[in-house]
């Protein structure tokens, strides 16, 4: 090209990746993975160290004083003593051909649901916010109020798991109903396709499913996704109560069940933090020349 050679070569570096001339990127791959491993090298000599042996769990590249584990940091990361909500065993999972054929269809306000005299109406809903966390069920026939429930979660539980909890405690109120009809009505997408998939593990998830099995041996249920905040009543009302219930600082948790994401995340938090303390304050160098600086760790 212009007068030169150009050279051929096996692999060429572009912007820190390794181009080989088969475009297989295995020599990329390679260098990669050993260039993590003399990092996670560092990070364990520098645990064995600096603060001991078995301070530092290979695995998830975590502290703790302890092997680390959901079950030994949960206490000092926040979770307190409560259970952790680990998933169901698949063989646990009923047989396929028990489980129950489920849907959910969207709401419109032509089906006129509140004008059924046969049937019962459940609006379910759950709120986080800053304060807390809280789910409500509202129980209405033609246009009535019946019943209201309000429950606290603990805070570190996620608004998923509020939903849950909603849409379980409205089937256990449902079997209490004197109508033959129930229509339940959340505002949560996800939990219902969770509910009528039957592949999901979560335990909550499981849970409902089986009362909603026992519940449609003996009434008509009908599940309906309604959107939120458009101004349907019960909606309304229910998103009202879960916000209440959320702010309600006097009262103890209903369910404080802890998923595993938030231990996860606290975990990593933690980690970060502690990491930054000892790569600004240690007095060892060789402990920490390997490790990249606290601004390149990601949240």
């Known amino acids: 090209m212009g007068g030169e050679g150009i050279e051929v070569v096996r692999e060429v570096r572009l912007l820190g990746l390794i181009i080989d001339e088969s475009l297989t990127f295995n020599t990329h791959v390679k260098t990669t993975c050993a260039k993590a491993y003399r990092i996670l090298q560092a990070v364990g000599k520098s645990g064995q160290n600096q603060l001991g042996p078995g301070h530092i769990d290979h695995q998830d590249n975590l502290y703790c004083s302890d092997r680390t584990s959901p079950d030994v940091c949960r206490g000092c990361l926040g979770a307190g003593n409560a259970d952790i909500a680990t998933k169901t065993k698949p063989t646990e999972l009923p047989h396929p051909a028990d489980e129950p054929r489920l849907s959910f269809e969207h709401y419109k306000t032509e089906l006129r649901l509140d004008e059924q005299a046969d ?11 800053d304060d807390g966390v809280g789910a409500a069920v509202v129980l209405r026939r033609l246009d009535r109020e019946l019943k209201t429930v309000k429950i606290k979660l603990a805070t570190y539980c996620t608004v998923f798991q509020a939903e849950m909890v909603a849409l379980h405690k409205a089937i256990q109120m449902a079997t209490k109903v004197i109508s033959p009809k129930v229509n339940l009505c959340s505002d949560s997408r996800s939990a219902l396709e969770d509910i009528v998939s039957g592949r999901s593990l979560n335990p909550l998830v499981v849970q409902t499913r089986k009362t909603l099995k026992d ?9 309906f996704w309604i959107k939120a905040h458009v101004g349907h009543e019960g909606n309304e009302r229910a998103d009202q109560l ?16 802890c998923p595993v994401s938030t231990i996860k995340r606290l975990l990593r938090a933690d980690s970060v933090r502690r990491w930054e303390e000892e790569y600004d304050g240690g007095h060892n ?10 601004r390149c760790i990601r949240e």
């Open 215 to 223: 519940l449609s041996n003996y009434k008509e249920v009908r599940l």
């Open 285 to 294: 160098s060789l402990n920490h020349k390997n490790l990249p600086p606290n």
């Open 242 to 257: 879960a916000k209440e219930a959320a702010t309600d600082r006097k009262r103890k948790p209903d369910f404080d069940k």
């Open 119 to 129: 049937a019962t109406n459940i609006y379910t809903d759950g709120s986080k916010t």
